[in-house]
């Protein structure tokens, strides 16, 4: 397996809805039950052209101080993956983030930050993107 159908289309229908593209996403909170599955989401949220998510973590993009800093929590694993709590957990992480309230994980300048959970054998993916407001 090399993409999630679900992944694509639950990513085209969230940034169509946000008016955004993916190059416009500050930070994101990806499913990464299993290794693999983060790198192929690189892909299938329009991250990088196909394959090439490898190049991601290459360069450091992906890293706290890179240009799209992914799983600032540390991943679903570094939490045990608690099964049903997964989602909140990566919003909640999120809202830290577009707060100013993130701490050592803190990332500057969230505008726009990203979401993307996996259920099941992948037949349910959902990807969120959040907007920072005034506060």
Known sequence: MTSWQATKLAAEEAYRQARITPQEIDV????DAFTPVELISYDDLGFCKKGEGKHLI?????NLNGKLPV???GGLKAKGHPISATGI?????LAKQMRKQAGERQVSNVNYALAQN???????????IL???AQ
């Open 28 to 31: 994101a909170e990806l499913h």
């Open 58 to 62: 290459r360069k450091g993009t992906v």
């Open 71 to 73: 799983n600032t929590s």
């Open 89 to 93: 957990a990566q919003i909640y992480e």
């Open 118 to 128: 996996i259920g099941g054998a992948g037949s349910t993916i959902s990807v969120h």
């Open 131 to 133: 907007k920072k407001v």
